[in-house]
């Protein structure tokens, strides 16, 4: 199986702060890594698909990028609603596997 | 407006089996995939599988191999998984998701979840 590591598994940010979060693939997905947000008690929420696209409706803020076995998620200024976890897909091979995801407080 | 709307709270002992369903709306039922994760509690997420609504064909996580079913009902829009022989590891809550379709694997939309508890 492909295994998925992000980084890191907890940040402290504060309200327009810039936060990058990185997932690591343990063999090369090209660019088939998506990232969702899971906000307490609810689904999660598809954020970025296919490394770098945005989901319709996601604010723009949200970016992604990468590659190969490195992606990073990066959010340009937080918001408040945007504390929440946030989980990397690799859709590149069953079966699918997803990051331990990241914590924002 | 597309919707996934699964079955309520299930309660089951161990060595039990359970059904969860998934009935899909505002689109057309065959022409996306759907796959079944979970989240066992304050965990991550975890893959069990895909079926094809249009063909029924399915592929399954390994380690699930020989306890899951995922089947399909075209009559009613439905998609269900059942797991047999549940053992306490596997409570957690079950989520059905469309796949976003043109080969990008990511999950667009998602059912609201299913609680599955495993318990004597």
């Known amino acids: 199986d492909i295994q998925m590591t992000q980084s890191p598994s907890s940040l402290s940010t504060s309200v327009g702060d810039r936060v990058t979060i990185t997932c690591r693939a343990s063999e090369s997905i090209r660019n088939y890594l998506n990232w969702y947000q899971q906000r307490p008690g609810k689904a999660p929420n598809l954020l970025i698909y296919a490394a770098s696209s945005l989901q319709s409706g996601v604010p723009s803020r949200f970016s992604g990028s990468g590659s190969g076995t490195d992606f990073t998620l990066t959010i340009s200024s937080l918001q408040p609603e945007d504390f929440a976890t946030y989980y990397c897909h690799q859709s590149y091979r069953t079966p699918n596997t997803f990051g331990q995801g990241t914590r924002l407080e | 407006q597309v919707h996934l709307v699964q079955s309520g709270t299930e309660v089951k002992k161990p060595g039990a089996s359970v059904k969860v369903s998934c009935k899909a709306s505002?689109?057309?039922?065959?022409?996306?995939?759907i796959h079944w994760l979970r989240q066992a509690p304050g965990q991550g997420l975890e893959w069990m599988g895909i079926v094809n609504p249009s063909g029924g064909s399915t592929k399954y996580a390994q380690r699930l191999q020989g306890r899951v079913t995922m089947t399909r009902d075209t009559s009613t829009n439905t998609v269900s998984v059942e797991l047999r022989s549940l053992r306490s590891e596997d409570m957690a809550m079950y989520y059905c998701?469309?796949?976003?379709?043109?080969?990008?694997?990511?999950?667009?939309?998602w059912g609201q979840g299913t609680l599955v508890i495993v318990s004597s």
């Open positions: 505002g689109y057309s039922f065959t022409n996306f995939y």
């Open positions: 998701v469309r796949d976003i379709g043109y080969g990008y694997g990511a999950f667009d939309y």
